[in-house]
């Protein structure tokens, strides 16, 4: 039973504007959130994390929004940029604990 | 820098043969984990490792085993590969707590 939902498998964003991810979950007890970038032959590289305490984190061009209630995050990339084009990944835990439970994935492609 | 290295990036064996993947990672962490990655799946956790010779099973373990000898090292067997085991496996670690994975390359198994 998939916890953690990726409901767009792809997303085309042009060059400069702003790419919004999105990512749901089912069990109220995960308490930290992850987001992952993947390139094709290569694993996964850690973006930006989220606790359950917070509601937004930043870092540079990336924000992850936590909306507890509807069990929803997203990922917001602005401005987006071609070497965005991946697949990305997000995660969640409960208690900081290493059962990680990742979405299917979305492949984010920036058109220059 | 973290760094977590697989023995090999793509590897082709036949049905039945016996498969060692292994995972190499300098950061001295505790937890070290080995998922797959198949279209429309995300990654799915097969095994983890909390201390030296410690594994929990994770949400695929049918198939596989594991060996951690060496804190720094952990081996994921396929006793009996079979073609439903095609994959690309990843390897990852990471301290304990609210912290995020590490991922290696990925190993793309190919069983014929």
């Known amino acids: 039973d998939q916890q953690v939902k990726q409901n767009s498998p792809s997303l085309s964003v042009q060059e400069g504007r702003i790419s919004i991810l999105n990512c749901d979950y089912t069990?109220?007890?995960?308490?930290?959130f992850l987001w992952y970038k993947k390139y094709p032959a290569e694993g996964p590289t850690f973006l930006i994390s989220?606790?359950?305490?917070?509601d937004k984190n930043e870092d540079g061009r990336f924000t992850v929004f936590l909306n507890k209630s509807a069990k929803h995050l997203s990922l917001h990339i602005v401005p987006s940029q071609p070497g965005d084009s991946a697949v990305y990944f997000c995660a969640a835990s409960v208690g900081g604990a290493n059962n990680l439970f990742f979405g299917t994935g979305t492949r984010l492609t920036v058109i220059p | 820098d973290v760094k977590v290295t697989q023995s090999s990036r793509y590897l082709v064996k036949r049905t039945g043969e016996k498969v060692f993947l292994e995972c190499v990672q300098d950061m001295d962490h505790e937890n070290m984990f080995w998922y797959r990655q198949d279209p429309g799946l995300g990654l799915r956790l097969i095994y983890f490792?909390?201390?030296?010779?410690?594994?929990e099973k994770g949400d695929i373990p049918e198939g596989y085993s594991v060996s951690r000898e060496k804190k720094e090292r952990f081996s994921l067997i396929l006793e009996s590969a079979s073609t439903n085991q095609t994959s690309m496996y990843l390897c990852a670690s990471r301290w304990g707590g609210y912290n995020e994975q590490f991922f290696g390359p990925g190993t793309r198994l190919t069983v014929l």
């Open positions: 069990n109220s007890m995960f308490d930290y």
């Open positions: 989220i606790s359950s305490i917070k």
């Open positions: 490792s909390y201390d030296v010779k410690m594994k």
